[in-house]
Protein backbone atom coordinates (compact mmCIF):
# COMPACT_ATOMS: atom_id res chain seq x y z
CA UNK A 1 0.00 0.00 0.00
CA UNK A 2 2.74 2.22 0.71
CA UNK A 3 4.57 1.51 -2.46
CA UNK A 4 1.09 2.54 -4.20
CA UNK A 5 0.66 5.72 -2.54
CA UNK A 6 4.85 6.45 -3.16
CA UNK A 7 4.29 5.61 -7.05
CA UNK A 8 1.04 7.73 -7.48
CA UNK A 9 2.56 10.46 -5.49
CA UNK A 10 5.43 10.37 -7.69
CA UNK A 11 3.42 10.42 -10.93
CA UNK A 12 1.90 13.21 -9.60
CA UNK A 13 4.36 15.48 -8.90
CA UNK A 14 6.12 14.51 -12.57
CA UNK A 15 2.75 15.78 -14.43
CA UNK A 16 2.36 19.25 -13.31
CA UNK A 17 -1.35 20.67 -13.58
CA UNK A 18 -2.70 21.52 -16.88
CA UNK A 19 -3.71 25.14 -17.54
CA UNK A 20 -7.26 24.40 -18.20
CA UNK A 21 -7.91 23.76 -14.58
CA UNK A 22 -10.38 26.81 -13.50
CA UNK A 23 -8.93 29.03 -10.82
CA UNK A 24 -8.86 28.04 -7.01
CA UNK A 25 -10.24 24.40 -7.92
CA UNK A 26 -8.90 22.78 -5.22
CA UNK A 27 -9.41 25.47 -2.71
CA UNK A 28 -13.69 25.31 -3.78
CA UNK A 29 -13.01 21.29 -3.72
CA UNK A 30 -11.60 21.42 0.13
CA UNK A 31 -14.66 24.01 0.87
CA UNK A 32 -16.97 21.72 -0.28
CA UNK A 33 -15.73 18.59 1.47
CA UNK A 34 -15.75 20.81 4.49
CA UNK A 35 -19.12 22.10 4.73
CA UNK A 36 -20.83 18.74 3.83
CA UNK A 37 -22.62 17.67 6.86
CA UNK A 38 -22.53 14.29 8.92
CA UNK A 39 -25.41 11.65 8.14
CA UNK A 40 -28.17 11.87 10.32
CA UNK A 41 -30.01 9.09 10.70
CA UNK A 42 -32.88 10.12 12.70
CA UNK A 43 -33.97 12.35 9.94
CA UNK A 44 -33.65 9.34 7.60
CA UNK A 45 -35.37 7.04 10.21
CA UNK A 46 -38.01 9.54 10.14
CA UNK A 47 -38.54 10.10 6.71
CA UNK A 48 -38.21 6.33 6.02
CA UNK A 49 -41.00 6.09 9.04
CA UNK A 50 -43.19 8.51 7.55
CA UNK A 51 -43.20 7.04 3.74
CA UNK A 52 -44.23 3.56 5.28
CA UNK A 53 -47.32 4.98 7.21
CA UNK A 54 -48.42 6.77 4.08
CA UNK A 55 -48.13 3.58 2.46
CA UNK A 56 -49.58 1.52 5.09
CA UNK A 57 -52.43 3.87 4.94
CA UNK A 58 -53.08 3.90 0.90
CA UNK A 59 -52.59 0.00 1.35
CA UNK A 60 -55.52 0.01 4.02
CA UNK A 61 -57.96 2.18 2.28
CA UNK A 62 -57.53 -0.23 -0.91
CA UNK A 63 -58.35 -2.92 0.96
CA UNK A 64 -61.35 -1.98 2.61
CA UNK A 65 -62.87 -0.68 -0.38
CA UNK A 66 -62.10 -4.25 -1.92
CA UNK A 67 -63.68 -5.51 1.02
CA UNK A 68 -66.69 -3.59 0.56
CA UNK A 69 -66.84 -4.13 -3.00
CA UNK A 70 -66.40 -7.73 -2.86
CA UNK A 71 -69.41 -9.65 -2.30
CA UNK A 72 -69.68 -12.37 0.54
CA UNK A 73 -70.85 -15.52 0.65
CA UNK A 74 -72.98 -14.71 3.71
CA UNK A 75 -74.31 -11.47 4.38
CA UNK A 76 -73.90 -11.60 7.81
CA UNK A 77 -70.81 -10.52 9.62
CA UNK A 78 -72.16 -12.99 12.63
CA UNK A 79 -72.40 -16.41 10.67
CA UNK A 80 -69.05 -15.12 9.05
CA UNK A 81 -67.28 -14.76 12.53
CA UNK A 82 -68.84 -18.33 13.81
CA UNK A 83 -67.83 -20.12 10.69
CA UNK A 84 -64.59 -19.03 11.36
CA UNK A 85 -63.91 -19.64 15.08
CA UNK A 86 -66.03 -23.55 14.46
CA UNK A 87 -63.73 -24.26 11.67
CA UNK A 88 -60.89 -23.72 14.45
CA UNK A 89 -62.39 -25.78 16.46
CA UNK A 90 -62.86 -28.68 14.73
CA UNK A 91 -59.12 -28.53 13.75
CA UNK A 92 -58.59 -29.15 17.62
CA UNK A 93 -60.59 -31.77 17.92
CA UNK A 94 -59.11 -33.87 14.99
CA UNK A 95 -55.98 -33.11 16.13
CA UNK A 96 -56.94 -34.69 20.07
Partial sequence: MDKLQQNLIRVARNNA???HVPYAFEQRILARLK???AVDTVALWTQALWRAAVTS???MLCLCALSMLVPTATDSL???L?????A???QVDNGW
Fill in 17 to 19: PSD
Fill in 35 to 37: ATR
Fill in 57 to 59: VAA
Fill in 78 to 80: AED
Fill in 82 to 86: ETTVV
Fill in 88 to 90: GLN
